[in-house]
């Protein structure tokens, strides 16, 4: 971080719901790895604080950003709603990987950043790897985004290409899926389209301060989808995706997530396995596509990282 962007990032703590670590206790952080690479939990290493919660670390410690990746809660957005508070009004800025809070709070929590000094960057949220409101916000600045269409779940989408390439039915796709990592023991959220439109809402309200609701977003998911629809799709040499839209009738933005039959003349129909694809319609910048940032772990971590280096960056 020193050599390529001249930054000194300090890992100063570390919580879960039921202990946390702080770097002032003297355990270094290759020592803390060392300790979870032999598999040991969190909340049962060396010099962690048990009975410690996030909340009571981000009252006790000095820091700069809080890197926040609890649980999704679509229903009131905590506990993230109620530790970015706690961090935005202490004056930090955040990187959020969780969607419901931002779903909920994002305007609140936008002006708390604002009010207090801070930023909020939420990359890891829409998308992780791949750049959604990043590349809006940057890439297509002074370009007006009349339309968005994107495939933001990676677990939908590797089932949708286990059932188009082996023909295999929905179930045992999602199997697969599950068997491999990518779809989680429940992925009612995934499969029936409610992850994709959560990010519509926050892609929504960063570019265009739209105000979108959860409840305004019309979802249709991917549950009762079959191989014979599939199959029927790719004999007109079609293929069926889920896609998430925005898109502007007169000054009303409108928001689906369908499963929809793309040709082949469209990007996202080229997007398969657990990767996604965005892609933006402009008035002066034509289409402007951005496909892959497989699903996973690792990328999320990533996504969250960059978000903290350009945070860190702006401060
Ligand atoms: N995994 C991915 O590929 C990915 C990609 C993009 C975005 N995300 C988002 O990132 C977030 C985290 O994902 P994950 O897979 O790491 O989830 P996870 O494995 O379920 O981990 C959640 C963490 O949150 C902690 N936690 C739960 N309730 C809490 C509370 N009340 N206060 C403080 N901490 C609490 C848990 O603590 P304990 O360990 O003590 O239980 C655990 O450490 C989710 O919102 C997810 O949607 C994940």
Redesign the pocket.
């Known amino acids: 971080m020193r050599r390529r962007y001249e930054l000194d990032l300090e890992l100063v703590g570390i ?5 946390a670590w702080l770097s002032s206790d003297g355990q270094s952080v290759p020592s803390l790895l060392a300790q979870l690479h032999r598999r040991r ?3 049962e290493l060396d010099s962690v604080r048990p009975g410690w ?3 009571r670390t981000i009252a006790a410690v000095e820091a700069d950003v809080l890197v926040e ?4 809660n679509f229903q009131d957005g ?3 709603a109620s ?1 970015l508070r706690l961090a935005l009004a202490r004056g930090w800025s955040a990187a959020a ?4 809070a931002l779903v909920q709070h994002y305007a609140e929590l936008r002006d708390l950043a604002r009010d207090s000094g801070g930023h909020l960057r939420f990359g ?2 829409t998308a ?1 790897a791949l750049p959604t409101v990043d590349l809006a916000r940057y890439c297509l600045a002074g370009a007006s985004i009349t339309r968005v269409e994107g495939i933001l779940n990676g677990t939908t989408n590797f089932i949708l290409t286990m059932m188009a390439d082996h023909g295999v039915s929905f179930a045992a796709a999602l199997q697969q899926a599950q068997a491999r990592g990518i779809a ?1 023991s429940d992925p009612t959220l995934d499969i029936d389209g409610w ?1 994709t439109a959560g990010k519509l809402v926050l892609i929504a309200n960063a570019v265009w301060d739209a105000g979108l609701r959860l409840d305004q977003v019309s979802v249709r998911g991917i549950r009762q989808v079959t191989a014979a629809e599939i199959r029927h799709a790719a004999g007109y040499r079609r293929v069926l995706k889920l896609i998430g839209s925005l898109w502007w009738e007169g000054d009303q933005l409108r928001a689906s997530v369908e499963l929809r039959s793309l040709s082949a003349e469209h990007p996202l129909a080229h997007v398969n396995g657990a990767e996604k694809g965005t892609v933006f319609f402009t008035d002066t910048m034509d289409r402007v596509a951005v496909l892959g940032g497989v ?3 690792v ?2 971590a990533a ?1 969250l990282l960059r978000d903290v280096i350009h945070l860190a960056k702006e401060a």
Request: aromatic share 2%; proline share 9%.
């Open positions: 919580a879960t719901a039921r202990a939990a969190f909340h919660d996030s909340a990746a609890t649980p999704t905590e506990p993230a530790l990987a969780s969607k419901g890891a949220a992780a989680e992850d699903s996973d772990p990328g999320a996504a």
